[in-house]
């Protein structure tokens, strides 16, 4: 016997919509809130987001100046400082 899904075909293609514009944006540079901004836990180098949705990292005493580095996310939910290498787990995660 099928198991009848409890997602309506309509909400299926929206959350499928949705789901492409995450990629789109992400491609553009733009945060697309699929986790939490993260912190170096060693140096302080910090992720935030423009008024425009852009994903930056600045450093404690340079907010809002974009250093133009990125945490490289691998695996899923463990972070690398691109300052100091230091590796971490994401807010969502705990402690790796
Ligand atoms: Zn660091």
């Known amino acids: 016997m099928k198991k009848?899904?409890?997602?309506?075909?309509?909400?299926?293609?929206?959350?499928?919509?949705?789901?492409?514009?995450?990629?789109?944006?992400?491609?553009?540079?733009?945060f697309d809130n699929t986790r939490e901004l993260v912190r170096c836990p060693k140096c302080g180098l910090e992720e935030d987001v423009t008024c425009d949705g852009l994903l930056i990292t600045t450093k404690p005493d340079y907010h809002g100046l974009d250093t133009g580095l990125r945490f490289a996310e691998k695996p899923a939910g463990t972070f690398?400082?691109?300052?100091?290498?230091?590796?971490?787990?994401?807010?969502?995660?705990?402690?790796?």
């Open 4 to 30: 009848k899904s409890l997602i309506s075909p309509e909400l299926h293609a929206l959350a499928s919509q949705l789901k492409d514009l995450q990629a789109k944006a992400s491609a553009l540079g733009m």
């Open 80 to 96: 690398r400082c691109p300052v100091c290498k230091t590796r971490f787990a994401g807010l969502d995660e705990g402690a790796v």
